[in-house]
Every structure is written in C-alpha cells, then in structure tokens.
C-alpha cells in the first residue's frame, strides 16, 4: 500500500538515496544498543536509571542521553561536561557484544538497495545512532556493503543537523546540481528532510503507521520498501 504522491515527485529520479536505519534498513530484536546507552549512564555520570519512558524513536544517541539524564537530575552543563566520555562508552559496549545483536531486515530493503545499486546510485546511510553503533547494526543485517558512507549523530545532537550534512556529503561526492532522496520512519525523519529541501520517502516499518506519517506530508508514503519496487 502506498499514499498517493504528486504528480512531480519521482522517487527514481534521484542520485543518491540516504537511509535511516532503526525502522527503516532494519529492526534489532536485542538490548545491546539499549543496554549500552544504560550503561553510560551510569559508568560516567553515575545514574543508575534507563530511557526507559523515553520518546526515543526518531531522537539521535546524544538526544536520548539528555532527555534520560535530565529526568534523573542532570542539568546540561554536566552533561555536556562528560558527553564524550559517554558516547565513548557506549561504543565499546556496542562492540564488545556485537555478536549479540539479533538484527532484522525490513521487507524489501535487500530488493531496493539492489536495484538501486545497480542503476549506479549512491547510496548511503543518515542515522541518530553512534557511527559505530551503526554499523555494527548494519553489518550484522548483512547491509554493509550497499554504502558508500554514513553520516551520524557523534558530531550532532538534531537530526537535521546530520541530514543537513549527508545532503553536502552528496555534493561533494557527485557535483554540486546532485540531488538526494531521504527514506526514514518517522515524523523527525520527514522534519529533517524537509529542512534540507530534500524529498523523502516514508515508510511504516517502524512505530508510526502510514496515517501518522501522512500527516507530516512525506513526498511518498508507503508501508514498506516492498512498495517501491511497483512504484
């Protein structure tokens, strides 16, 4: 199923496609990445608390770790004060249990990302995770080598803030008249392209359904990348 579209909008027009990954590329069916953001919290800024409660879906790594520190009391100048200290934490727990992560790939990702490879598209990865967080993640779904590059939340808390820098990251790879073409899950992800006066494609494979996402009008809406093999 898909939402209908603008007449102008053509999905496989674009030259480089940039992937979410969370809801969109995969779903992990583990705690790894929940329990190493746990666990930076309380190794650095001694909480024992989770982001349990947190509206995490569509927020970046750095983004999560504010909201779950500032309920349990930490202001912002302590958590900027040992943030890299954090994040680094986080990253050698994600690594240490890597083989840990039971990841899920979404209906018709491998079939898109083929096809889209071989009609020479970059293609390429902008996510709220960690870098390496990331491709841990992408490497265990076995999507590693469909992407030429990834940008991450390590230098950006906002998610427009990495979208932002993948749309440049594009240009500098293909020219400056090169244009891009997000797909994401949720409703920040559409905030974010929208920002970058990119189009995006949106897809219900995570949390939110095709009604919600509709809402934030997304350029195509579809319950999975399955759609856009008939599309």
Not at 75 to 94: G, H
Not at 126 to 146: C, H, M, P, T, Y
Not at 190 to 206: D, F, L, Q, Y
Request: proline share 3%.
């Amino acid at each position: 199923m898909h939402a209908p579209t603008p007449a102008a909008f053509r999905w496989q027009d674009a030259d480089a496609y940039l992937f979410d990954i969370d809801g969109t590329l995969l779903v992990t069916r583990d705690y790894v990445h929940w329990n190493a953001l746990n666990h930076a919290m309380l190794e650095v800024y001694g909480v024992e608390t989770t982001i349990e409660g947190i509206a995490y879906h569509g927020k970046t790594d750095l983004g999560i770790l504010r909201a779950a520190l500032l309920r349990a009391g930490i202001a912002d100048v302590a958590f900027e004060e040992k943030l890299a200290p954090a994040l680094n934490v986080i990253c050698r727990e994600v690594s240490e249990h890597k083989g840990d992560i039971v990841a899920e790939v979404c209906p018709g990702i491998h079939e898109v990302l083929s096809s889209l490879q071989k009609s020479g598209k970059l293609l390429a990865v902008a996510s709220g995770n960690l870098e390496s967080v990331g491709w841990q993640k992408i490497a265990a779904a076995g999507l590693r080598d469909f992407f030429s590059f990834g940008c991450y939340s390590d230098r950006f808390e906002m998610r427009s803030d990495i979208f932002r820098s993948a749309v440049h990251e594009v240009k500098e790879r293909l020219g400056t008249q090169a244009t891009t073409c997000f797909v994401g899950d949720t409703p920040e992800d559409i905030k974010a392209a929208k920002s970058s006066n990119a189009p995006i494609i949106a897809v219900s494979t995570g949390i939110f359904s095709m009604e919600e996402l509709q809402a934030h009008s997304p350029d195509l809406c579809i319950d999975c990348c399955s759609g856009l093999l008939s599309t």
